[in-house]
């Protein structure tokens, strides 16, 4: 059994964006999860409330894809 944890890699001011990066993320075997993108969505002024989760071991990738993709996040 492994202590691998669920992270935040990102937050983002716009859901969609937030399911592109998963979208690429799983393109490439790393599997990751989108919070709170209807809350978002709904709330024009929450800034960075759509959060992307990953494992903590894929965190170097998945930063590493986004980056090589253009997807800016905080």
Known sequence: MTDDKLILLARFDFPTTAHIA???LESHNVPCY?????HS????D???ATRLMVLQ???????????DEDINFE
């Open 46 to 48: 929450i800034n960075g």
């Open 41 to 44: 969505g709904m709330n024009w």
């Open 34 to 38: 989108v919070f709170d993108a209807m």
């Open 22 to 24: 998963k979208t690429i």
């Open 57 to 67: 071991s894929d965190e170097d990738k998945a930063r590493q894809l986004l980056k």
